[in-house]
């Protein structure tokens, strides 16, 4: 007999409600063994792998990537006893509640102090059945399910959801005073209400889907009258965060310089067809990374910070080179860390690196801590150039356009060339209009005439 | 139990100190007693040795592969809601069991919340702390039957509680034999930073107190890594309190045996109290709670796992030939057995009633506490019958 057991996300660290699910690691119909990781998620407090409870074979992922889902809702169900006779709609079996189920007694297993929610928050569910699965599942779909957007929506007739108070029952509406004023405005009645609060309490948005109503389930983004309100969070938090710490603390200057990257173009063709190439991604953007790598030690305090607390200005005598990166996750600027001390062929290795493991969404806190100094690939969007923001604790940022078939003036005649724009953000405290003028013109040098300049600086 | 021989190294060897390979991670004179390298060599040292028979060996090595499997599944457990929260003591496991078994029946241990291996080198059923991580009891047990308190949350706290508790055994005439009691206190190097812990050494010092001051170093107090805490080696504190401080590397199961050994059999002599500073590394996170890839580097981690406890002892009983392939799959299913057995039981604790939280509150009972538990039974009982 197929025995379905459903696991509910638990709260994995001390008091969240909610984690976004990153990558499911299985697939209905793998079999899975007991502690075997399914899924990695992010909380506020860390990514993190959650390992199966059960063995058995996946039946149904209950959320898609990307998702973010609240404590207590379903995770996963899994048929602990597979090649069983028919029957999908059995209850679950029996064997030890987890955290926010029923254990056999009907009682709600709930961690002391933690208090996770249970989807169809019951308010003591004592003595109740355990509902079928397929019901519990369906849950959170059918939760203030009735189509119309309408004032004062009735319940959906014979729906699961079960009101936070039977209707002339003697418990009341467990609610807050500001929710009941806001429900009173709206004219909502709260007995018509699933709360999803701690104890099946009625939270304000609760109130609030119950006037704007249609599918429901989209909690991350309430779409109402033709606006998205998308919660600030994650990396676009950080990421906010970052930006108006560094726009408001680092006066930033902007310098630009459009020039012919035609010899660049032809060293990137001849360095791939190099035996000692082989196997790596040579890129336009490798030799920007290197010109600004050897501009760096002709001009040592570019790659510097500056420490209000201490009264100084760290000038760093290594390179943590930064790639900005767009990534399914947001924006994330991984480094590479000593990366004036590789070779060209290293350098290429460590690029390629970088850029997978950010589209693969693996980044790791450590490999985007310690950056010295940026490079934004503005180019790979078809952008000719733009005024970046400095990462907080760099001082510079160089943004590298897109390249064009361009006519230029070259020895004397207006021919086809390869141009770009290079701009550089540099912080005026530390950087002044000349060394950051110099440093830009010595970028601008080398990727004019790498070859010479590798030589010359070699 | 197994025991090291402490008289083995006698005062003439003494000269040899300092002549010695000096500790691993050292900077200035820092001396660190090891008897196992991380490449699973034995190696001697002039004042410590343990003189263990093979079955002796195996025993650690299947006391270390235990705790580490049962630990694997507390961090499984919480991760899948079963659990509030779990403390691993993922790459402590030689620093708890040599500790842990240097220990006579009669001593009385005073662990931090991490200490689950000395807890199983006590024989007691490793499920008793699971209520306290489960949230379903307060972690309260019979210090007295189990010969180990209570697992203490508050840092360095235990401490104090430990050398009051020597103290006592002083006072009580039972210090000065070889059947003598003594105690030990564990703690980290977070701790170290605690004035209870400081506060503890004064007295323990001046009192004489039959107490042993187990620190593990596992390098970070929480994210707060030791560097930031203690400029000169921890172990070296002692000196200034003035009593013996020894560090030993905590990766290695034989040296914290003897170290510990010996240190408890002074104390259990009337010798006073030793600060031992065992040298290790929390390979895991603080707390399930805690993402420590936020503050230490990969590469860090990947050097201590080359000095991986285990491994170790591992790599040290094949050499030695004192056990084989067979033994070791069969030790990793016995600890398989025990981790599936515990899952089960853990999933299977009982909440408490309600009324549970006024219990104990005073062993004679009060009128008081009784009037309120009445009313919150009344209360909880308002609720029986409707649906929600």
Redesign the interface.
């Known amino acids: 007999m197929p025995k379905l057991q459903q696991f509910n996300l638990p709260d994995l660290a001390e008091g969240l409600v909610d984690a976004e699910i990153i990558k499911w690691l299985v697939s209905p119909g793998d079999t899975v063994e007991l502690n075997q990781p399914i899924v990695e998620v992010e909380t506020a407090k860390a990514l993190t792998e959650i390992p199966s409870p059960y063995a058995g074979e996946v039946k149904t992922l209950h959320h898609e990537e990307g998702t973010t889902v609240d404590v207590g809702q379903p995770l996963i169900t899994i048929d602990t006893d597979p090649g069983g006779a028919s029957g999908g709609d059995e209850p679950p079996a029996e064997t030890g509640a987890l955290i926010g189920e029923e254990t056999a007694d009907g009682r709600t297993a709930v961690l002391v102090g933690y208090g996770p929610k249970s989807v169809t928050a019951k308010r003591r569910p004592r003595k109740s059945t355990t509902a079928p699965l397929g019901e519990q599942v369906a849950a959170p779909v059918a939760v203030s399910a009735p189509a119309p957007p309408q004032p004062s929506p009735a319940p959906a007739p014979g729906s699961a959801p079960i009101p936070a108070a039977a209707p002339g029952g003697s418990v009341p509406v467990l609610a807050k005073p500001p929710v009941r004023k806001l429900a009173k405005d709206l004219g909502v009645d709260l007995t018509t209400l699933t709360g999803t609060g701690p104890n099946g309490s009625i939270t304000r948005d609760d109130v609030q889907s119950a006037v704007s109503a249609p599918a429901a389930t989209a909690r991350p983004a309430v779409v109402s009258g033709g606006e998205e309100r998308i919660p600030i969070k994650g990396v676009r938090k950080f990421t906010a965060e970052n930006m108006v710490a560094s726009a408001f603390t680092a006066p930033h200057v902007t310098e630009f310089l459009t020039l012919d990257v035609t010899e660049t173009m032809a060293a990137v063709a001849r360095l791939k067809t190099l035996p000692e190439f082989e196997g790596v991604k040579v890129s336009p953007l490798l030799l920007v990374a290197k010109a600004l790598l050897l501009a760096a030690r002709r001009h040592p305090m570019v790659n510097s910070s500056w420490d209000e607390a201490a009264g100084e200005i760290v000038v760093k005598h290594y390179v943590n080179l930064g790639i900005a990166a767009a990534t399914p996750r947001g924006l994330l600027v991984p480094n590479i860390k000593n990366a004036d001390s590789l070779g060209l062929r290293e350098l290429a290795e460590a690029l390629t690196e970088l850029t997978v493991t950010a589209r693969e969404g693996k980044t790791s806190p450590a490999d985007m801590s310690g950056g010295t100094m940026t490079i934004t690939n503005v180019g790979v969007f078809g952008v000719d150039t733009g005024t970046p923001i400095l990462p907080p604790g760099e001082s510079a940022i160089l943004c590298f356009g897109a390249i064009r078939d361009t006519p230029w003036v070259h020895e004397g005649q207006v021919v086809p060339r390869k141009v770009t724009t290079l701009s550089l953000s540099f912080d005026h405290r530390i950087i002044d209009g000349e060394l950051g003028s110099r440093f830009l013109a010595d970028v601008g040098r080398f990727l004019a005439d790498p070859g010479t300049l590798m030589l010359a600086w070699a | 139990m197994v025991n090291g021989d402490q008289n083995r190294a006698g005062p003439k060897k003494k000269a040899a100190r300092g002549r010695k390979k000096p500790a691993a991670a050292a900077t200035g004179p820092v001396d660190m007693v090891q008897l196992l390298t991380p490449e699973g060599e034995r190696v001697s040292h002039p004042e410590y040795d343990v003189d263990l028979s093979d079955q002796q060996y195996r025993d650690l090595y299947r006391d270390m592969v235990i705790v580490r499997r049962l630990d ?2 507390g961090t ?1 457990l ?5 659990l ?2 779990w403390a691993s003591l993922l790459g402590q496991e030689a620093a708890q069991i040599g500790s842990g078994r240097a220990l006579a029946k009669q001593d009385m241990v005073f662990p931090t919340y991490r200490e689950h291996g000395v807890l199983w080198t006590r024989d007691i059923d490793p499920i008793m702390p699971f209520g306290l991580f ?3 009891d307060l972690g309260g047990w019979d210090s007295r039957k189990y010969r180990f308190q209570m697992y203490t949350i508050v840092i360095g706290a235990q401490s104090l509680h430990a050398t009051g508790y020597a103290m006592g055994i002083t006072k009580d005439g039972k210090v000065g034999g070889d059947d003598g009691e003594a105690v030990i206190a564990y703690f980290g190097d977070g701790a170290s930073s605690q004035g209870d812990v400081n506060e503890s050494f004064v007295w323990a010092s001046v009192y004489n107190a039959p107490v042993v001051f187990f620190c593990q170093n596992n390098q970070y107090a929480i994210s707060e890594p030791v560097i930031r805490q203690a400029k000169a080696p921890l172990y070296k504190r002692a000196d200034g309190f003035g009593f013996p401080g020894v560090r030993v590397d905590g990766n290695d199961v034989l040296a914290t045996l003897a170290v510990t050994t010996r240190a408890m059999d002074n104390a259990r002599h009337g010798n006073g109290p030793t600060f031992i500073e065992a040298y290790t590394y929390r390979m895991g996170a603080h707390t ?4 420590p ?2 503050y ?3 590469g860090e981690v990947e050097a201590w796992r080359a000095k991986d406890p285990v491994s170790r002892m591992r790599t040290f009983l094949e050499r030695q030939s004192i056990a084989d392939t067979d033994y070791f799959d069969g030790i990793d299913a016995e600890a398989q057995q025990h981790a ?1 057995d515990l ?2 039981r853990v ?2 604790l009982p ?1 408490p009633e309600p009324g549970a939280i006024f219990d104990h509150v005073y062993s004679g009972g009060s009128p008081l506490v009784e009037r309120e538990r009445e009313e919150f039974q009344a209360y909880h009982a308002s ?6």
């Open positions: 694997a599944e499984a919480q991760r899948q809601g079963q509030g929260i489960r949230g379903i399930t709670t805690d993402d890839t936020r230490r580097d990969s599936l899952r089960e999933i299977a909440d609720f029986e019958g409707s649906e929600h």
